[in-house]
């Protein structure tokens, strides 16, 4: 029996997955969690075998959850379900810790099928991000500015994109602000940017926040 904890801040969403997956004679939904901090109460307690999560929450987004996930329970498999297009945040995320990634429209069977090769210490890849892992392999400096960033530095991109204040991140991910401070000239830098608005356009421009 696979241990499944739904990690979503729509409740419509995690009744639906739940009554799916409850089907499904190999998997329990042993737990939903409506944001990152329930979330990381059921890692805490070792009560799931996966972790089925969404990238856009309230207060710590799916990103800071995946990562706070990975620093406390390296061997869990976390298979993102998202409302945003692969090509925006699977290669990025599956470099981040994630064992697959899978957009909201695709098709029930294949949540389950995914659920069922991560739980067995695979990935799950899609064609399309496939191919899209081979060409950043054959042409590795054409990669998208943000594949380009550290996971910390992705981390702090997404929150300044997001309108925090570097106090606030310093707050958020106990960091000095001057340690923030100089992951923003990092990302910046990378990027090729010069303000946080920039940062906030082209995460729009990219899909990367709503």
Partial sequence: MIRVAIVDDHA?????LRQFLTEQ?????????????????????????????????PGQNGVDTLLAIKARAPELPVLILSSFPEEHYATTLLRQGA???????CDPQDIVKAIRTVALGRRYITPGVAERLAAGLASGSEKALHEQLSEREFQVFLRL???ETIGQLAISMSL???????YRTRVMDKMGLSSNSDLTYYAIKNGLIQ
């Fill in 176 to 182: 000095s602000a001057k340690t923030v401070s100089t």
């Fill in 161 to 163: 994109a997001q309108g």
């Fill in 12 to 16: 419509i969403v995690r009744a639906g």
């Fill in 25 to 57: 004679v190999d998997l329990r939904v042993v737990a939903e969690c409506a944001n990152g901090r329930e979330a990381l109460d059921v890692v805490r307690e070792q009560a799931a075998d996966v972790v089925l999560l969404d990238i856009s929450m």
């Fill in 99 to 105: 064992s697959g990634y899978l957009n909201k429209e």
